[in-house]
């Protein structure tokens, strides 16, 4: 039997499911070929075929992350008026706030997982470059805007080491002010 393009999308990301899964659950230190495959209900040739090492899994989750992240800001974009002032932050915050969990439990173990590799981290840098010229140059204050996008990865950070000591009615109150902020022009 011929397994088609939609097979082994599908199994891709399977895999980077299950990859993405082990890290967030259990760390980097669990995250192996094996146990990759295991999760996924895939052999370990099949994780190989995608993806032919480790190294190589962890670069497609980060394209996953970025690629869903940027994704994401795009949709909630579009649902911003044209031409308004902060339109771009406010849809970064509204990603950022209303991100899944998974997602942002992700992060700290991707950051610890390619923090000794100077490619990935170059690319990591230029994604959070290009949403940070997005931010300034939003049609509001420049130095206004670098704050804002602070606090929101301040804010993304703490949740995401779980260092986060914010109770709801506060978050949506930082939440609340941040939009305040960056519809004042």
């Known amino acids: 039997m011929r397994r088609t393009k939609e097979d082994a ?38 994780v190989l075929h995608h993806f032919p090492s480790k190294e190589a899994l962890i670069d497609g989750l980060i394209d996953q992350v970025i690629g869903g992240f940027d994704k994401r800001v795009q949709e909630e974009l579009a649902a911003e008026p044209e031409g308004q002032p902060g339109r771009w932050l406010r849809a970064y915050l509204r990603t950022v706030f209303f991100m899944p969990f998974d997602d942002k ?62 109770d709801k009615a506060t978050v949506q109150k930082v939440y609340d002010e941040l939009v305040r902020l960056s519809s004042s022009t």
Not at 21 to 41: K, L, N, Y
Not at 136 to 155: E, F, K, S, W, Y
Request: no cysteine; proline share 2%; glycine share 8%.
């Open 9 to 46: 999308a599908k199994t891709r990301e399977t895999v980077l499911v299950a990859a993405a899964q082990i890290i967030a659950r259990s760390g980097v230190g669990a995250f192996t070929i094996d146990a990759v495959a295991h999760e996924a209900g895939v052999t370990k040739g099949g």
């Open 105 to 166: 439990n992700l992060i700290p173990a991707l950051a610890a997982a390619v923090a000794s590799d100077h490619q990935t981290l170059v690319r990591i840098r230029h994604s959070i470059e290009v949403s940070y010229q997005a931010a300034i140059h939003d049609g509001i204050d420049p130095l206004q805007a670098t704050i804002i996008r602070l606090a929101i990865d301040g804010i993304v950070y703490a949740r995401a080491l779980d260092l986060d000591v914010l």
